[in-house]
């Protein structure tokens, strides 16, 4: 009922930028959290960073400073600005949304497809 599409993802050169950007479509009452995760080949699902809907964010400790989530309430979209990208941030980056449906009392958790990002030389 909540629908998350990401887009802003591809193939960078090491220390290079990219921005994600994530849109929640549907019968939206309220979006609580956003956030961005991301899986690497072999690897768990990681948090990479959080944001309330108040503004308040959360980052994971190896990522802040490099990574920058924002989000436009106005619009239901998170973003992901990445800076200084390594090799180890090639991965698959869901977009996250805790959310209430319309009709709903209660919040539930909602994913995107994912995006690509690779990061290479």
């Known amino acids: 009922q909540v629908h998350l599409v990401e887009s802003g993802g591809g193939l960078v050169q090491p220390g290079g930028s990219l921005r994600l950007s994530c849109v929640a479509s549907?019968?939206?009452?309220?979006?609580?959290?956003m956030g961005w995760y991301r899986q690497a080949p072999g690897k768990q699902r990681e948090l990479v960073a959080t944001i309330a809907s108040g503004g308040p964010t959360t980052y994971t400790d190896s990522l802040k400073g490099r990574f920058t989530i924002s989000r436009d309430n106005a619009k239901n979209m998170v973003y992901l600005q990445m800076d200084s990208l390594k090799r180890e941030d090639t991965a698959v980056y869901y977009c996250h949304a805790n959310a209430r449906v319309h009709v709903s009392y209660l919040a539930y958790d909602f994913w995107g497809q994912g995006t690509q990002v690779t990061v290479s030389s």
């Open positions: 549907g019968s939206i009452f309220s979006i609580n959290t």
